[in-house]
T-cell receptor
C-alpha cells in the first residue's frame, strides 16, 4: 500500500537539543511539505520541496532545517534556535501541479 | 498574503442534525480543499473545488464554492458521531507550486 509515514509518533526533547523528525513516502510524489500545528489552530507551512536537492522556506522556517537527498524522504530538524518547538508536526506530499496533498499521521514534539 | 477564516471555530450538534461550516478567503480562491482531522492524527482529504458555483458531495457531506470564488461551505446532513473531528479548509496559493494556506479549523462534536 502506498502512503506517507512519520516517525516517531511522540518525541520528547530537552531544551538546547536538536531533534530530527522523519518523513517517508512511497507515492512517487515529487513535492513534499512540512507543517506545524498548534492547539486550536490551523496548519502553518515550515518548508517545502518540489524536487530532489531543492527546497524552499515557508512562512515559519526560522529555527528549522530540512534536506531532500532522496525523492522518498524529507526529514525535518528542529534546532535549538526554535524558541517554541512544542507542537504537532505534519508531513505531506503531492504531485506537482495543484493536486491534493496526502498527509502523514504526524509527530507530536514536546520540549521538556 | 491570502488569509482563510473558518466559522464557527467549534460546533456541538445533536446526532441527526444538519450543520454548515464556512470558509472565507481574503482573495479569490483558485483551488479550495476540505480536509478532516481526528485529534492527534493526520489530515484526510475530503474534496477539492475549483470552479465558481461548483458543488461536490461525498456520502453525507457536500461542499460548495460560491460564484465569486471567495467563500466555500461544507454541509453535513444528518450528522453522526463518526463525523466528529476538526474540519480544515486549505486554499491553493497563486503562482507555481502546490502551497496551501489553511484556515484555523472548525472543531465538530456530535452528541449521541
Amino acid at each position: 500500500d502506498g502512503g506517507i509515514t512519520q516517525s516517531p509518533k511522540y518525541l520528547f526533547r530537552k531544551e538546547g537539543q536538536n531533534v530530527t523528525l522523519s518523513c517517508e513516502q512511497n507515492l512517487n510524489h515529487d513535492a513534499m511539505y512540512w507543517y506545524r500545528q498548534d492547539p486550536g489552530q490551523g496548519l502553518r507551512l515550515i518548508y517545502y520541496s518540489q524536487i530532489v536537492n531543492d527546497f524552499q522556506k515557508g512562512d515559519i522556517a526560522e529555527g528549522y532545517s530540512v534536506s531532500r537527498e532522496k525523492k522518498e524522504s524529507f526529514p525535518l530538524t528542529v534546532t535549538s534556535a526554535q524558541k517554541n518547538p512544542t507542537a504537532f508536526y505534519l508531513c505531506a506530499s503531492s504531485k506537482v501541479g495543484g493536486a491534493e496533498q496526502f498527509f502523514g499521521p504526524g509527530t507530536r514534539l514536546t520540549v521538556l | 498574503s491570502q488569509e482563510l477564516e473558518q466559522s464557527p471555530q467549534s460546533l456541538i450538534v445533536q446526532e441527526g442534525k444538519n450543520l454548515t461550516i464556512n470558509c472565507t478567503s481574503s482573495k479569490t480562491l483558485y483551488g479550495l480543499y476540505w480536509y478532516k482531522q481526528k485529534y492527534g492524527e493526520g489530515l484526510i482529504f475530503l474534496m477539492m473545488l475549483q470552479k465558481g458555483g461548483e458543488e461536490k458531495s461525498h456520502e453525507k457531506i457536500t461542499a460548495k464554492l460560491d460564484e465569486k470564488k471567495q467563500q466555500s461551505s461544507l454541509h453535513i446532513t444528518a450528522s453522526q458521531p463518526s463525523h466528529a473531528g476538526i474540519y480544515l479548509c486549505g486554499a491553493l496559493q497563486g503562482g507555481a507550486g502546490n502551497m496551501l494556506t489553511f484556515g484555523g479549523g472548525t472543531r465538530l462534536m456530535v452528541k449521541p
